[in-house]
T-cell receptor, first 117, second 114 residues
Framework: DTEVTQTPKHLVMGMTNKKSLKCEQH?????MYWYKQKAKKPPELMFV???????INESVPSRFSPECPNSSLLNLHLHALQPEDSALYLC????????????????FGPGTRLTVT | AQSVTQLDSHVSVSEGTPVLLRCNYS??????LFWYVQHPNKGLQLLLK??????LVKGINGFEAEFKKSETSFHLTKPSAHMSDAAEYFC????????????FGAGTRLFVKA
């Protein structure tokens, strides 16, 4: 199974809502990533988990809260978002060896299209 | 400073003609280099990767890329374009600096004319 799945595919939420994005992989990868992609732009790295521990937080606002409950699952909890947070949110995973994941390719999910109203 | 430059924001080719998408990088460290493709409203798919083995790398769907350290380039080529190749292409550099940094190029939109 070389697939990364993301749910939901689309999400519309108000600025006062709380919602979560979910990502799952069963490739045995020990690194997982969240990216934000605006239209006609490259993905921007938000968070990296390595061996279920947060390794990288790219100065993301606290209204985005990641969680890695186990080695196959990655969540992104959303609260009090702004309209400018509307974007495609991509999850990815990669192998990691001895917590080193930089040499490895990433496998991306199809994304969640988020609209904040 | 580390950076990735995709030299063309748009490339247009006719079906059956060669494709060249250019990528230059700047890094003080030995990088891992990747090309990904993104079709509209989809996630990214890995085309190929370079991680200090052979400098000519073959990928999926007939794509290949050559790592040239002296030119700090990693250009993507395909001998014959197909309509299904129309998409956005990203050159990506991973740098291990004691930490980790992933740098995406701005992307190149490939158009394929019938």
């Amino acid at each position: 199974d070389t697939e990364v799945t993301q749910t939901p595919k689309h999400l519309v939420m108000g600025m006062t809502n709380k919602k979560s994005l979910k990502c799952e992989q069963h490739m045995g990868h020990r690194a997982m990533y969240w990216y934000k992609q605006k239209a006609k732009k490259p993905p921007e790295l938000m968070f990296v988990y390595s061996y279920e521990k947060l390794s990288i937080n790219e100065s993301v606002p606290s209204r985005f809260s990641p969680e890695c409950p186990n080695s196959s699952l990655l969540n992104l909890h959303l609260h009090a978002l702004q309209p400018e947070d509307s974007a495609l949110y991509l999850c990815a995973s990669s192998p990691a060896q001895n917590r080193d994941f930089g040499s490895y390719e990433q496998y991306f999910g199809p994304g969640t299209r988020l609209t904040v109203t | 400073a580390q950076s990735v430059t995709q030299l063309d924001s748009h490339v247009s080719v006719s079906e059956g003609t060669p494709v060249l998408l250019r990528c230059n990088y700047s890094s003080s460290y030995s990088p891992s280099l990747f090309w990904y493709v993104q079709h509209p409203n989809k996630g990214l798919q890995l085309l190929l990767k370079y991680t200090s083995a052979a400098t000519l790398v073959k990928g999926i769907n007939g794509f290949e890329a050559e790592f040239k350290k002296s030119e700090t380039s990693f250009h993507l080529t395909k001998p014959s374009a197909h309509m299904s190749d129309a998409a956005e292409y990203f050159c990506v550099v991973n740098i291990r600096t004691g930490g980790f940094k992933t740098i995406f190029g701005a992307g190149t939109r490939l158009f394929v004319k019938a």
